[in-house]
């Protein structure tokens, strides 16, 4: 008999957020499942983590849910650190994250919490798999995922990754039976046009809104803006080693 | 006679901070200076923006300070954000965030809040720099970081940046006659060793303190590490498409 993997599951939405409930169903069908995961939304929280402030953890239970599930008061980069150092009895094979509400494609992994535990869980040498759905709405329809991400958590299991990449999927939010695939893609150029909403308080205090719209940048058709438009599922190999490798040659030129 | 340089100073300490105060100070002597920090220490909050909450911004007056100087409510990010779209004139030429209280080298650069505002401008096309200092005191003195800022500046406003690239400063914490010059590196592979200090509340509830060990990984001498071991400032280029361009043709194989 095989050992059964021990998948760590987490999110940034939530561990109330229908997104992580079906990622956690389909975990469950490939091996024992573990949750940790932010007892509130943490949407564009980037790579926070908590240094100045307490951290929170209960036990909790879900009809449906995983083997142990924990709700944390921290960030999604928090609940990675805390799975692995102080709620499992070991290291986990797999660590996923999501299935955000909402894009994560192209520059929006740069702000991205879903992906941010994903990163750590990579930093930590654990192959871990970041999953978003195109659809920011509580209410959205995750049902068109399920078998895309069961085959991409099988190949990772069987595959495994290489150090220092984790994976970012996004999917398309379109019925499955016109999903047309699953593409690996680099990372679209694109970025947000913030239109900041001034408003006055009833203080008559000016504050700000952020809000913006999105711009793809990027003409290629190897991108994941350009997968997803097309109906595909985009994966995007992610590393975290930032440095521009081939700009160093560059820079030792210069006068310093 | 040229056209000053306009150029937009940011932190992830707080507009408060004795290392944006000497930053300001370097700058003020290449350019025109505009501030927009957050009103308080953001440490720690990687590329964290605000999306469910109210931005409050407020023009503040310093002895020796900038031109002008606004205080937010926000995340560096927001506030590199709020600055191009909402409170400069025009498009600065140049954006440097820090001077950091404490190191951002290596994997540091994943949870910065210095390093995401520098990036954050990078994404808007904007050259940019983020300064850190290896001392995370209040009281740090920042006299050493003086001429390699300032050196480093002006080699950024004379020979550009590539796209898609800012540059990831870090000074030793030692006197400036022992610095040995300025090295072009790589990021080093290291990681946190976190270690959660486990106490009960007055209430009779667990929590947690983050905290924990920095250890390196890597051996190379061609990494900021090994730089600033070495008595050196370590300037790494640092790049905000994520992909791992090199993975994607064996990722193709998968069975997909």
Known sequence: M???????????????????RTLIAV???IGDVVVVAPDSPQSGMGHAITLDSTLYVEQVNYKHGALKEYSCSGTPADCVKLAIRELLDRKPDLCVSGINHGSNSSINVIYSGTMSAAL???IEGIPAIGFSLLNYKWQANFEACESFVKTITENVLKQGLPNGIVLNVNIPDIPKKEIKGIKVCRQAKANWVEEFDKRVNPQGKDYYWLSGKFVNL?????TDEWALENGYVSLVPVQFDLTAHGVIKELKNWDL
């Open 218 to 222: 990027d003409g290629g058709k190897d």
């Open 2 to 20: 095989t050992k059964k993997p021990l998948i760590l599951v987490t999110n940034d939405d939530g561990i109330n957020a229908p997104g992580i």
């Open 27 to 29: 975990m469950k069908t």
């Open 120 to 122: 750590e869980a990579g």
